[in-house]
């Protein structure tokens, strides 16, 4: 499994990954119905095409030459001091095999200047929960729209100190 920057020719596969992720995780929390069109909105090609080309941002895969096992997008705040992970989503059949750690320590490493990383988390999703607390996550906080603003997604965010 090697990690590389997403391409324009990976969208649809990324599209799909995220769709059935989102299908594995959230169905029983949110419903089919909400979770499609959650997915059809942040996850659209046109959304993800905008994020190749976003400033003091990260878009990386993890593929093993076959398929695409995750994907991760961070960017980082203006002062490039706090680096937000937007995204880190494995396919279900890849979970708990090294690839989001993979992953996200691929995204430390492409921002030195960065001393906070942020995720905001459902509080439901306990194995993401107990991803990132192995990963040095600790609670700092809530937000009542997770991803989006006025998305009505309750979340906790969670920080890990960097460098």
Not at 101 to 112: K, M, T
Not at 138 to 145: D, H, K, L, P, S
Request: with cysteine; charged share 25%.
């Amino acid at each position: 499994m090697f990690v590389r920057t997403a391409s324009e020719r990976d969208l649809e596969t990324i599209k799909a990954l995220l769709a059935e992720t989102w299908h594995a995780t959230y169905d029983a929390i949110y419903g089919v119905e909400r979770v499609d069109e959650i997915t059809a909105e942040w996850h659209s090609l046109a959304s993800l095409k905008a994020r190749l080309t976003r400033p003091n941002s990260e878009f990386l895969v993890a593929d093993d030459g076959k398929k695409i096992a995750g994907m991760a997008f961070a960017a980082a705040t203006s002062d490039g001091k706090v680096l937000v992970l937007h995204q880190l989503y494995i396919r279900p059949g890849n979970q708990r095999a090294g690839v989001g750690r993979l992953l996200l320590d691929e995204v430390e490493q492409s921002f030195p200047e960065a001393r906070t990383m942020r995720v905001e988390v459902e509080e439901a999703n306990a194995p993401a929960l107990v991803f990132y607390a192995a990963s040095g996550f600790v609670r700092a906080g809530e937000t009542a729209n997770c991803g989006a603003e006025q998305s009505g997604i309750p979340a906790l965010i969670l920080e890990k100190k960097l460098g």
